[in-house]
């Protein structure tokens, strides 16, 4: 998942501490949501330790209603290699694993393009080849979440 929408980086001292902006703390809450309506099983979110990723990670927790482990990974932050986010995914031992950090290395390591707050699912085979199974864009997200028992 790439981080929901945040500040423009005119707006914080430092890009690590751009916040969400109040779109992007909505986005975050959807995404988590329509995951626990698509039925993922997320025992793990992984983090950049970036706000707006960490913050995106904590909304999406809070929004499953089950207690999936949260992790800042430093390893994880913009400029991340793809190598470390292969490590990460594979890091949950068969195990769903949320990974949530920033663009282009999540794009790149997903093979289709991440707005903010998109979604997407990636398959590792025994030989640690990725295949997207699906990708949500945040509208998407959101008619999925609608569909939940209020």
């Not at 707006?11 to 988590?32: I, K, S, W, Y």
């Not at 694993?97 to 979604?119: C, D, K, M, Q, R």
Request: glycine share 8%; net charge neutral.
């Amino acid at each position: 998942m790439r981080h929901a929408t945040a500040q423009h980086p005119d707006e914080a001292a430092q890009d690590r501490l751009r916040e969400l902006t109040p779109q992007g703390r909505e986005e975050a809450r959807t995404a988590g949501l329509a995951l626990r309506a698509l039925g993922e099983p997320i025992a793990l979110i992984l983090t950049s330790p970036y706000v707006r990723a960490l913050r995106t990670g904590e909304l999406v927790r809070e929004a499953l209603g089950s207690s999936p482990v949260l992790e800042a990974r430093e390893e994880l932050a913009s400029g991340a290699s793809l190598q470390a986010l292969f490590d990460a995914g594979a890091a949950g031992c068969g195990r769903g694993v949320l990974i949530v950090g920033h663009n282009p290395e999540l794009s790149a390591f997903a093979g289709a393009s991440l707005t903010p707050a998109t979604v997407c699912r990636l398959d590792l085979d025994d030989q640690g080849r990725r295949r997207l199974a699906w990708r949500r864009t945040p509208s998407e997200l959101a008619e999925l979440a609608r569909s939940l028992p209020q």
